[in-house]
T-cell receptor
Framework: DVKVTQSSRYLVKRTGEKVFLECVQD?????MFWYRQDPGLGLRLIYF???????EKGDIPEGYSVSREKKERFSLILESASTNQTSMYLC?????????????FGNGTRLTVT | QKEVEQNSGPLSVPEGAIASLNCTYS??????FFWYRQYSGKSPELIMS????GDKEDGRFTAQLNKASQYVSLLIRDSQPSDSATYLC??????????????FGRGTQLTVWP
C-alpha cells in the first residue's frame, strides 16, 4: 500500500515565523504535490515537483517555496507565515508517466497562524 | 483554462436511495478520471477510477464516462449514512512538465439521512 506521510497533523505558528511542512512517500513516485484546502474553495495546488530538484508553480504559489532534494521527500516552506495561510495542507504523490496513476494523499497538516 | 465542474450541491438523499454526482471537464483529450471521497477533517481517498467510455461498477458505486460529452458521473446505490461526505471529481489534464497533474472539482457534499 502506498504511504504518504506528513510530519505533523496539527501546527500552531506565530505570524512572521518560518514554517516547514515535510512530506515523505514510499512508492518511488516521480510526482509530488502540495495543496491547500479551505472551505468553499476546494483543493488548490501550491507547487508540485516532477523530479529531484525540479518544481513547477501551481495556482497559488505566492508566499510559499518548496524543496525536493531526495525523490521521496518534498518540503513546503512558508518563509514568513501570515494569518491568511491558516489552512489544511495536503501532500500527494503519483507516478508521472503512467496516465492511469491517481494521486495518493497524506493525512494532512492543519496549520494555524496566530 | 483547464476546468473541472461539479454539481454544486449540497445533495441530500434518504437512506437506501441512489445518489447521483456529476462532473464535466474542459480538456477533450483527457484519458483518466477519478472519484475521491473526503470525510470532514480527513484527506481525500480514492474510491473509483475510469478510463473508457461506459460504466464501471464496484460494489455499490458505479462510475460513468462519456468522453464525447466530456462528462463523468458517480452513482451510489443503496446509500448509507456512512456515505455522507464530500465527493471530489479529478481529471488527468497534465501535459509536458505538468504530466500527471490531476485537476479537481470543488466537490459535492452528500448527506444521507436515516
Amino acid at each position: 500500500d502506498v504511504k504518504v506521510t506528513q510530519s505533523s497533523r496539527y501546527l500552531v505558528k506565530r505570524t512572521g515565523e518560518k514554517v516547514f511542512l515535510e512530506c515523505v512517500q514510499d512508492m518511488d513516485h516521480e510526482n509530488m504535490f502540495w495543496y491547500r484546502q479551505d472551505p468553499g474553495l476546494g483543493l488548490r495546488l501550491i507547487y508540485f515537483s516532477y523530479d529531484v530538484k525540479m518544481k513547477e508553480k501551481g495556482d497559488i504559489p505566492e508566499g510559499y517555496s518548496v524543496s525536493r532534494e531526495k525523490k521521496e521527500r518534498f518540503s513546503l516552506i512558508l518563509e514568513s507565515a501570515s494569518t491568511n495561510q491558516t489552512s489544511m495542507y495536503l501532500c500527494a504523490s503519483s507516478f508521472r508517466f503512467r496516465g492511469d496513476s491517481p494521486l495518493h494523499f497524506g493525512n494532512g497538516t492543519r496549520l494555524t497562524v496566530t | 483554462q483547464k476546468e473541472v465542474e461539479q454539481n454544486s450541491g449540497p445533495l441530500s438523499v434518504p437512506e437506501g436511495a441512489i445518489a447521483s454526482l456529476n462532473c464535466t471537464y474542459s480538456d477533450r483529450v483527457s484519458q483518466s478520471f477519478f472519484w475521491y471521497r473526503q470525510y470532514s477533517g480527513k484527506s481525500p481517498e480514492l474510491i473509483m477510477s475510469i478510463y473508457s467510455n461506459g460504466d464501471k461498477e464496484d460494489g455499490r458505486f458505479t462510475a460513468q464516462l462519456n468522453k464525447a460529452s466530456q462528462y463523468v458521473s458517480l452513482l451510489i446505490r443503496d446509500s448509507q449514512p456512512s456515505d455522507s461526505a464530500t465527493y471530489l471529481c479529478a481529471v488527468n489534464m497534465g501535459r509536458g512538465s505538468t504530466l500527471g497533474r490531476l485537476y479537481f472539482g470543488r466537490g459535492t457534499q452528500l448527506t444521507v439521512w436515516p
